[in-house]
């Protein structure tokens, strides 16, 4: 919305400064975006008349003129417009004149003396039309300050509006907040009555009833559909941002602009019949005024004659009925269409219209005879002739809006405020916002103007008491509130924690929406049945995600995309299982993503090792943590995961209970997904690994430890886990006495070994805490060890 501050100062009695002015529009809820004047900055440019053009001598582009700036004598000016001509009056720069970057000064053009210069409107900063000079009207008063004449000592603020504000589409409506926020009186325009002098009239009927409330019609007939529009119309209207057409468009449209009242005018000699209001017929068709054709939905309310469709109610006329330069008679409407009738049909048909901007947030449902009376009398007396007939106005009723009182609790007010305001203030500020108030006590029965759809509840009189009295006049109280520091127990592992853990591992941490597409869901996820969203933000986030994994794929793909080979990521976030709230549906997870090399490119590996499942195996028991030695990987072959390769996956267990997975991503999707290479992939759940045993000190042996080294025989089916399991036993049951670590570190199969045979080779290292354990010692406990698997797992040594 941009309003004409000069134009805002005759509507209201104040006396500040276009930043005043700004600034106590702003701190009350309309927003000044931008502030800008009408023109540049420039001074000594008056109205002359062009009084002789002759021929340049020396240049055939330019011409010698003499004009009348009402100096007293005639001055001789050079000028390259292609447009001069004798009689046209112009804005003329005199000598000593500051133009915005030049200064005019007398001087010899081609051997020709220049005493000035003739201006275009891009000169003087009104436009960027630099075509030819900015004629002015005959009757342009020569010697005149242009700055004057034009209104050019203006400011045209933009206020950024919000959707509950529609009121204040108009000059009126933002002068009457501003009377309201600075006390000052408002200057209502006063509104003519047109008595009628025809008898020639059209019936009019509403069959959409509540969506069309209150309908008036109007003939006037013997009308000049040629008169120019004044300049104080096209000038109003152009620095609002509308567009001059003829006059009787433009006297609607100033009607939109000023009292917010959109109207629309038909050929009246191009209506068959009555007018009537109602919902389209199956099949129906027209073409808008912006000659668009539309198929009419059932939902679009319709303005139609006896023979058809002729606007669409509170959007667009009908190009068939539109007024032209040749029209004598004309139909004026003026009508009130409820929002929620209104709302979604310029975005459903891809349109603009002013009128559907305001009717859809919410037009006065009392300005309708007004704004009719007003439109009759600017056509009256602009387009008027001695013949024109001003007929009787049509009226057709249906359901209004009412408004009811609504109880307003002085305490309640301040509660919500944050500070303590006179009972009597706040009825004085309600007053000023043209609220109807009866008083009793401390509560307040409230009703509102006809024109404010946004108050409705107490908490919206709230908010009006607090931004007239002023935002800024709110004390800053500082928060005071006892913040306990949260005891973490020892035994529970944060998400802080895994999240550092992570980072601390190479990984980045990304943050992905909740909603994914559904094909991630039903073929990624192999979810049949995903939750759907009722409104998703867009159609590819349609469905609630089960898991990371779509989410991190997605981000590796921006990041190929962008130039990068290389990714660790990491994300912990809910997933969610099912439609209840209960938090049991809505676990949070860890999910990870590796691709490429496992390290950055540096000078001591030329050649980088990329990434595979056992080295993101490594991560991942990392992340286990405390849950390592009772975690088991296995294999996922029979009951695969939709996502991952089945022969490159598992399924991670701690203590019997599945925490979650890691694999490679399956050659489909990284087909599909468009990757080089298929990334290594996990998920575990927070929930599950989050606790911890409590750190317990033990002492650290001084002794030095042995190391033994043996190799075994074993069958192909002894899989590695079950031999760690049973020395883990052995331990705990005190039969591998001194015995503090042992693993795997060899792994041979080759032609030498019978078929169906490996050979594992362990590091079995032994300590006591008091003493250095002699060779006897440590070989009984190896002895030991290759007496278990030799009974239980077939093992014999090997030489």
Same mark, same amino acid.
């Given at each position: 919305?941009?309003?004409?501050?000069?134009?805002?100062?005759?509507?209201?009695?104040?006396?500040?400064?276009?930043?005043?002015?700004?600034?106590?529009?702003?701190?009350?809820?309309?927003?000044?975006?931008?502030?800008?004047?009408?023109?540049?900055?420039?001074?000594?440019?008056?109205?002359?008349?062009?009084?002789?053009?002759?021929?340049?001598?020396?240049?055939?582009?330019?011409?010698?003129?003499?004009?009348?700036?009402?100096?007293?004598?005639?001055?001789?000016?050079?000028?390259?417009?292609?447009?001069?001509?004798?009689?046209?009056?112009?804005?003329?720069?005199?000598?000593?004149?500051?133009?915005?970057?030049?200064?005019?000064?007398?001087?010899?053009?081609?051997?020709?003396?220049?005493?000035?210069?003739?201006?275009?409107?891009?000169?003087?900063?009104?436009?960027?039309?630099?075509?030819?000079?900015?004629?002015?009207?005959?009757?342009?008063?020569?010697?005149?300050?242009?700055?004057?004449?034009?209104?050019?000592?203006?400011?045209?603020?933009?206020?950024?509006?919000?959707?509950?504000?529609?009121?204040?589409?108009?000059?009126?409506?933002?002068?009457?907040?501003?009377?309201?926020?600075?006390?000052?009186?408002?200057?209502?325009?006063?509104?003519?009555?047109?008595?009628?002098?025809?008898?020639?009239?059209?019936?009019?009927?509403?069959?959409?009833?509540?969506?069309?409330?209150?309908?008036?019609?109007?003939?006037?007939?013997?009308?000049?559909?040629?008169?120019?529009?004044?300049?104080?119309?096209?000038?109003?209207?152009?620095?609002?941002?509308?567009?001059?057409?003829?006059?009787?468009?433009?006297?609607?449209?100033?009607?939109?602009?000023?009292?917010?009242?959109?109207?629309?005018?038909?050929?009246?000699?191009?209506?068959?019949?009555?007018?009537?209001?109602?919902?389209?017929?199956?099949?129906?068709?027209?073409?808008?005024?912006?000659?668009?054709?539309?198929?009419?939905?059932?939902?679009?309310?319709?303005?139609?004659?006896?023979?058809?469709?002729?606007?669409?109610?509170?959007?667009?006329?009908?190009?068939?009925?539109?007024?032209?330069?040749?029209?004598?008679?004309?139909?004026?409407?003026?009508?009130?269409?409820?929002?929620?009738?209104?709302?979604?049909?310029?975005?459903?048909?891809?349109?603009?219209?002013?009128?559907?901007?305001?009717?859809?947030?919410?037009?006065?449902?009392?300005?309708?005879?007004?704004?009719?009376?007003?439109?009759?009398?600017?056509?009256?007396?602009?387009?008027?002739?001695?013949?024109?007939?001003?007929?009787?106005?049509?009226?057709?009723?249906?359901?209004?809006?009412?408004?009811?009182?609504?109880?307003?609790?002085?305490?309640?007010?301040?509660?919500?405020?944050?500070?303590?305001?006179?009972?009597?203030?706040?009825?004085?500020?309600?007053?000023?916002?043209?609220?109807?108030?009866?008083?009793?006590?401390?509560?307040?029965?409230?009703?509102?103007?006809?024109?404010?759809?946004? !108050?409705?509840? #107490? =908490? %919206?009189? &709230?908010?009006?008491?607090?931004?007239?009295? @002023?935002?800024?006049?709110? +004390?800053? $109280? /500082?928060?005071?509130?006892?913040?306990?520091?949260?005891?973490?127990?020892?035994?529970?592992?944060?998400?802080?924690?895994?999240?550092?853990?992570?980072?601390?591992?190479?990984?980045?941490?990304?943050?992905?929406?909740?909603?994914?597409?559904?094909?991630?869901?039903?073929?990624?996820?192999?979810?049949?049945?995903?939750?759907?969203?009722?409104?998703?933000?867009?159609?590819?986030?349609?469905?609630?995600?089960?898991?990371?994994?779509?989410?991190?794929?997605?981000?590796?793909?921006?990041?190929?995309?962008?130039?990068?080979?290389?990714?660790?990521?990491?994300?912990?976030?809910?997933?969610? !299982?099912?439609? #209840? =709230? %209960?938090? &049991?549906?809505?676990?949070?997870?860890?999910? @990870?993503?590796?691709?490429? +090399?496992? $390290? /950055?490119?540096?000078?001591?590996?030329?050649?980088?090792?990329?990434?595979?499942?056992?080295?993101?195996?490594?991560?991942?028991?990392?992340?286990?943590?405390?849950?390592?030695?009772?975690?088991?990987?296995?294999?996922?072959?029979?009951?695969?995961?939709?996502?991952?390769?089945?022969?490159?996956?598992?399924?991670?267990?701690?203590?019997?209970?599945?925490?979650?997975?890691?694999?490679?991503?399956?050659?489909?999707?990284?087909?599909?997904?468009?990757?080089?290479?298929?990334?290594?992939?996990?998920?575990?759940?927070?929930?599950?690994?989050?606790?911890?045993?409590?750190?317990?000190?033990?002492?650290?042996?001084?002794?030095?430890?042995?190391?033994?080294?043996?190799?075994?025989?074993?069958?192909?089916?002894?899989?590695?886990?079950?031999?760690?399991?049973?020395?883990?036993?052995?331990?705990?049951?005190?039969?591998?006495?001194?015995?503090?670590?042992?693993?795997?570190?060899?792994?041979?199969?080759?032609?030498?070994?019978?078929?169906?045979?490996?050979?594992?080779?362990?590091?079995?290292?032994?300590?006591?805490?008091?003493?250095?354990?002699?060779?006897?010692?440590?070989?009984?406990?190896?002895?030991?060890?290759?007496?278990?698997?030799?009974?239980?797992?077939?093992?014999?040594?090997?030489?």
């Amino acid at each position: 919305m941009k309003v004409s501050v000069n134009w805002l100062k005759e509507l209201v009695a104040v006396d500040l400064s276009a930043d005043q002015i700004a600034h106590r529009l702003t701190m009350a809820g309309l927003e000044v975006e931008e502030q800008s004047p009408v023109a540049g900055a420039f001074n000594k440019i008056v109205v002359a008349e062009v009084r002789r053009v002759e021929p340049h001598p020396n240049a055939d582009k330019l011409r010698v003129t003499e004009v009348d700036a009402g100096t007293g004598a005639p001055l001789q000016i050079v000028c390259g417009a292609p447009n001069v001509a004798v009689g046209m009056r112009v804005p003329c720069a005199l000598v000593g004149a500051v133009l915005p970057g030049l200064e005019i000064k007398q001087a010899k053009l081609r051997s020709v003396e220049s005493n000035g210069m003739l201006c275009s409107a891009r000169e003087l900063g009104l436009s960027d039309d630099h075509g030819g000079l900015l004629a002015l009207p005959a009757d342009a008063p020569i010697g005149q300050d242009v700055r004057q004449y034009l209104d050019l000592d203006d400011v045209i603020l933009t206020l950024k509006m919000t959707p509950n504000r529609g009121d204040c589409l108009s000059m009126l409506g933002v002068a009457r907040d501003l009377a309201a926020i600075t006390g000052a009186a408002l200057r209502m325009p006063v509104t003519p009555t047109v008595a009628n002098t025809g008898a020639a009239t059209r019936g009019v009927s509403i069959e959409a009833n509540p969506a069309c409330g209150h309908y008036l019609g109007r003939v006037i007939t013997n009308i000049n559909a040629k008169a120019p529009t004044p300049e104080w119309m096209k000038r109003r209207l152009e620095r609002a941002g509308f567009r001059s057409i003829s006059a009787l468009v433009d006297i609607t449209n100033y009607l939109t602009l000023e009292r917010g009242r959109p109207m629309h005018a038909f050929d009246n000699d191009k209506l068959k019949g009555s007018i009537t209001v109602r919902w389209p017929k199956a099949g129906e068709r027209m073409t808008l005024l912006n000659e668009q054709a539309v198929d009419l939905a059932a939902d679009m309310l319709l303005i139609a004659d006896e023979a058809g469709p002729v606007a669409m109610g509170g959007v667009m006329g009908g190009l068939e009925s539109s007024v032209t330069d040749v029209t004598t008679s004309i139909f004026f409407e003026a009508a009130y269409f409820a929002p929620d009738a209104i709302q979604g049909k310029t975005r459903a048909l891809n349109i603009n219209s002013d009128a559907a901007f305001r009717f859809e947030r919410g037009v006065d449902p009392a300005s309708a005879r007004e704004g009719i009376e007003y439109a009759t009398a600017l056509a009256v007396a602009i387009c008027g002739t001695p013949a024109t007939e001003v007929g009787p106005i049509s009226e057709a009723n249906g359901t209004l809006p009412t408004r009811a009182p609504i109880r307003v609790r002085a305490a309640q007010v301040n509660a919500l405020i944050g500070m303590q305001i006179q009972t009597t203030e706040m009825v004085e500020i309600l007053q000023r916002l043209n609220c109807t108030v009866s008083a009793k006590g401390d509560e307040l029965m409230v009703t509102p103007p006809s024109y404010r759809f946004d !108050l409705n509840i #107490e =908490a %919206d009189f &709230a908010e009006e008491v607090a931004r007239v009295h @002023g935002y800024e006049n709110v +004390p800053a $109280h /500082p928060p005071r509130a006892t913040v306990p520091i949260t005891h973490v127990s020892d035994n529970v592992r944060t998400r802080s924690a895994f999240k550092r853990l992570c980072s601390d591992l190479g990984y980045q941490e990304v943050i992905n929406y909740s909603f994914v597409p559904e094909q991630w869901e039903v073929e990624l996820m192999g979810n049949a049945k995903p939750i759907r969203l009722a409104n998703p933000i867009a159609s590819q986030m349609s469905v609630m995600r089960t898991s990371l994994l779509g989410g991190l794929i997605e981000t590796l793909r921006n990041n190929l995309n962008r130039g990068e080979d290389r990714a660790k990521l990491f994300e912990v976030g809910r997933c969610f !299982l099912g439609s #209840e =709230a %209960d938090l &049991a549906c809505q676990p949070e997870l860890l999910g @990870g993503l590796v691709f490429g +090399p496992r $390290h /950055p490119e540096q000078w001591g590996q030329p050649k980088a090792e990329r990434a595979d499942y056992f080295s993101v195996k490594a991560d991942v028991e990392e992340l286990l943590g405390p849950h390592l030695g009772m975690a088991r990987f296995e294999s996922m072959s029979a009951n695969p995961h939709p996502a991952l390769h089945p022969g490159r996956s598992a399924e991670i267990r701690v203590d019997g209970k599945p925490v979650g997975w890691l694999g490679e991503l399956h050659p489909r999707w990284q087909q599909q997904f468009d990757l080089p290479s298929a990334p290594i992939v996990f998920s575990l759940s927070l929930a599950a690994l989050s606790d911890q045993a409590p750190i317990r000190y033990a002492p650290i042996s001084r002794m030095q430890p042995v190391r033994r080294d043996v190799a075994l025989l074993l069958d192909e089916k002894v899989s590695n886990q079950a031999i760690l399991d049973r020395v883990k036993s052995l331990k705990e049951t005190q039969k591998l006495t001194y015995l503090v670590d042992f693993g795997v570190f060899d792994l041979y199969r080759g032609a030498n070994l019978d078929s169906g045979k490996k050979s594992l080779a362990f590091r079995i290292v032994m300590q006591d805490t008091e003493r250095t354990l002699t060779d006897v010692e440590a070989d009984q406990v190896v002895a030991k060890f290759v007496e278990v698997m030799s009974q239980e797992f077939g093992a014999t040594l090997r030489k």
